[in-house]
Each structure stands twice: as structure tokens, then as C-alpha cells.
């Protein structure tokens, strides 16, 4: 039986919302050579012009009426939990053997006790907020669902909106001016700057840039954590000062953590980044697909190979772990959900979990699938998580 | 995906929760299927709750995901060509739509095409009602400015909704967005 292609279902379906890389095109095209009815097929697809009317009538069938017939027609017994719970129900099933064969571990139906409930009343999960400071002291607090001009400089405004805060393409002459872009814990902003940079920053995050950058370099300082798609152009060089580390950039994407000053983390995406110490002319060359670790303690600077994707799965509203231990586990989310963690028992910040989730999930979703796997249990108080044994 | 694959287990088994999901997954778009050929909305309902009904009474057991959509799209295309051929109106139209397509398989470059869009709609109506009302009229080819007009919003409004659009489709259809948590547990 000739199987079609999951994949290329996806490609087809990029190329019909517009949003198809020059990569995926290649493979989209290489797909459509392949078979004269492949070709034909696709034809067929772009030269359908009632996707929207179609639409139209898809969006107008009733499927709860329709459900409840077939319900009745069929004599369906509908268990004496509501939908929503069977819904959760078949989640749990569905995670169980996918589980045992990740783990090897049996885990028991997911339960629904208080502590849960406790925790979506009191626990959010963060959402885009940030204060801008500038240069005359003037202090104001966005969000992303704000679409509004902001007068950030003498002669410059910028644009908020969901897309986060823009700075019109400017470059200074003279006298350089600078704002500050802070984000709190339980927070999350993205801002392009007026070389066309773009910025994500994380919670508990802060950005110092200058309004418009000179005509010679490009300079910025992090604190916290970052991912940043460097716009290229080749008169300004870009760098990122981070505490005692100076990143030179030349045209690239990548990701630095500092939330730990002793172990200052960057990986690299695409593109060549160099890392100086400040007032040294030692320059560590960064590769894509690599983490720079800069161990402040013994002051060494160590480069591997590593999967970049958990570095930088934040940006796209994911938390993905890699074999990461619970304790970091926990700081993360900490800082993303804005609460407190203390751990009564201390070895239980050895264990070392992979998974992923998504950052606007509910944070008990994550807490019970530890709870389920390991002897690991929570507990509320206030805003504290409690890890016991 | 293996989800996929656990869902048609748990439906071989009759586990309701399985058969509302993919119930909600596909109910809408094979009343839409069926409309190929029995061009009125009612009948065509019928003919998919009718269908749906029979996979819960059965005791058929699917093979595969893949396999169960197969069966779905090629008896919604039978059932709606019987429709019509029991039909005491006997117009020009009916005799060519029957002519035209024979019943049998599907081909499956066909199930598909269909495919393409019943993932499409499916993730369209989660956008937010705004967000889809300025996609639905760039999927019909209209300008960013025309957009804006027919809605009465800026067309800074507009970009920013179309891309808001593409960038949860992007990851809805990337297959991105996981409704569990997976977890892989291991000891220092």
C-alpha cells in the first residue's frame, strides 16, 4: 500500500497559508517532480479557489447537535463524568504507554486531588509584560496586548503592539541615548531594535540599548536570559555585554542565560559568535549547534556540541528539558510562574527528568507527572511549592 | 503519530473518550466530504452520523490511523453515491455525478488533498474569531488594504493578525503543540 506523507501534508498546507522556507520549498518542489499525478494533485489544490467559502460552511456544522445524535442513535452510555473529565481521561490513558516505553515506569491513571485545584486557582502561567525606563527618568509598563506609540526619545516613537515593542530604523548622530527594557518574573517580551534586531527576553530579565545606535558599532547589555536574531550589516559589528563577558556577533541567532552568574550560558543557533573576556583580547569562537559555558568559579570557558533546542524552546513558548535536574527544573518554572520553591528534601534535587510542555500550560500538569513517575511529592503554601519526599 | 496510533486502539476497544475525539476531528469536515456529491447539508449529516454510529456498533478493528481514515472518507463517498442512486428524483445532475464518479476506493492521493484541508479548517477554527476573520479573506486572495477595509481596522491591524495567524498555524500544523506532557524519568 503506497503510503501518502504526513509531511508532506504539512508543506502543502504552509505553502497554502503562505509560510513555507526556502528549505521546506525545495522539498515541496522535489515532491511534485517526483510523480506526474503528484504534480497534478497539487495543481489541483492551488487552483482550488473555495478554501474560504468552504470554510464557511465547515464553520457552520453543529458537531455538539450532531454528537448528541449520534449519542442517541447509537445508544452510547456516556460515563457519569462530564466530557471535559473524559477528555482528561483519555490524556491520561494516552500518556501511559507512551510513558512506559520512555521510562519503563508504570504509572497509574492521572488524579484529579485538591492540591491541582489548589494550584490553578492561585498559580498563572506568565504572560508578555515589561517597564520600559528612559533616559529622563520616565518609567512606563507594557504589555503586548497594548497597540500603542510610545514617545521613547526626543523625535522617536515606537510601536506596541502583539508583536512586541519596535523601534523605527534610525541611526544616531551624536550623542547616543538609551532605554532599558525590564522584564519581571512571570513575564516574557520581545523587542526589535532600530537596526531591525530582534530580542526575546525571558522573566526576570533586562535589556540596556540605545535608542538608535551609532554609525560605528552596535553595542547592548543583558542581564537574565535572552535569544537574539542579530540583523546583519557589515559597518556595525553587534555585541552583547553580559556581566564580565563581551559577545561579538556577526550576524546570527543565539541564546544567553546569565540567571546563574556563575555559569553563564550561549548557544548558538546559526551564524559565528566570538566570546571575549572584557579586557582581554582572547576570543572563544562559537560554532552553531554549540554551548559556550563560561564557569565563573574557575574561570574557565568550555565549548561542546549540544542540542540547541531546549536552550531556545522558550522563545517559541515551549519548556523542554534535556536530561535537567529537578532543581533547575523547578527554578525555571519558578521564574515563569511566578512562585517559590523550596525543597524539603534536598537529594531530590539530583533527579534528572526530559519532557517538554507548553510555558501557558497549567503548572500542574507538570508537578503531577512528576508526582506520578517518582516518589517526588508538592505541597501549596501561598505562593511557596513545596518538594518533599 | 503515536497518539494517533493510541486513539484507534482505544476506539478498537470502545473507549468513548477515543470515539468523541475523533468524532470532533473529523465529523465536520466529512459533512462537507459528503456535500461533494449529495449537495444538501441535511442529508449529508445524516449520512456521516449514520457512519459514526456504525463504527461504534461494529466490531471492526482498525489497523492503523491511516487505515481509519481510509475507511471514513471511501464509506462517506459510497454512502452519499447509494443515497443518490435510491433517490426517486432522477434529474440530468444526479445521472452525471454518478457517471462521473463510480463508487470503490478513494484514491488515495485524493484522501490526501482532502486531508490538506480538513487539517486546515480544523486549526482555522481555533484562531480567535478576529485573527480568522482577517485570514479567511487573505486565503481568498485579498490585499492587506482591502482586508483592512472590509473589517474597519488599520492595516497595521491586519499584518499583525495575519501573522499572529501564521505563527500558531506554523506550529499547529507542525504537529508542535503537545497535549500532554511527556515525561522520561532517570536517577543520578
Known sequence: MKHYDENIIQLIQLYLVGDLSEEEKVKLEEWVRRDPLHEKLFKEICSEKSVASNFGIYENVNKDLAWEKVVSKGNIKLGHKSRRLGWYKVVAAVMVPVMVIAGGYFIKEMKQDTLQKDMEMAIKPGKSKAILRMGDNRVFEVTQDQEIQLDVAEGVAVVNSSSGMVYPELVAKGKIEYNVLEVPRGGEYTVTLSDGTVVYLNSGSKLRYPVAFGEEHREVFLSGEGYFEVAKDSVRPFSVNVDKLKIRVYGTSFNVNTYNLEKIQTVLVEGVIGIQYVNSDIEYTVKPGQLALYDQVKDTMEIRDVDVLPYVAWKDHEFMFEDESLENIMSKLSLWYDVDVFFQTASLKDLHFTGHLGRYEDISRILNAIAEVTRVKFSMKERTIVVME | ?188
Open chain 2, 1 to 188: 503519530m503515536v497518539q494517533d496510533e493510541l486513539l484507534i486502539e482505544q476506539l478498537n476497544q470502545k473507549q468513548e473518550g477515543a470515539f468523541k475525539i475523533l468524532f470532533d476531528r473529523f465529523y465536520r469536515y466529512l459533512v462537507l466530504y459528503a456535500m461533494k456529491w449529495v449537495e444538501r447539508q441535511e442529508v449529508a449529516e445524516d449520512i456521516v452520523q449514520d457512519l459514526f454510529v456504525q463504527v461504534w456498533e461494529r466490531d471492526t478493528i482498525y489497523s492503523s490511523y491511516y487505515g481509519f481514515k481510509n475507511f471514513l472518507y471511501n464509506s462517506v463517498k459510497n454512502a452519499s453515491l447509494d443515497y443518490l442512486k435510491h433517490k426517486e428524483v432522477e434529474g440530468r445532475y444526479v445521472r452525471y455525478t454518478l457517471r462521473a464518479s463510480e463508487a470503490g476506493e478513494v484514491p488515495e492521493l485524493e484522501v490526501m488533498k482532502d486531508e490538506v484541508y480538513r487539517r486546515l479548517y480544523q486549526v482555522l477554527d481555533e484562531l480567535p474569531k478576529r485573527c480568522q476573520e482577517v485570514f479567511k479573506h487573505y486565503l481568498e486572495g485579498k490585499k492587506n488594504s482591502e482586508i483592512a477595509e472590509i473589517l474597519r481596522i488599520s492595516e497595521l491591524t491586519v499584518k499583525t493578525q495575519k501573522r499572529n495567524a501564521i505563527v500558531y498555524l506554523r506550529k499547529r500544523l507542525g504537529g508542535v503543540y503537545m497535549l500532554y506532557v511527556l515525561f522520561k524519568v532517570g536517577f543520578m
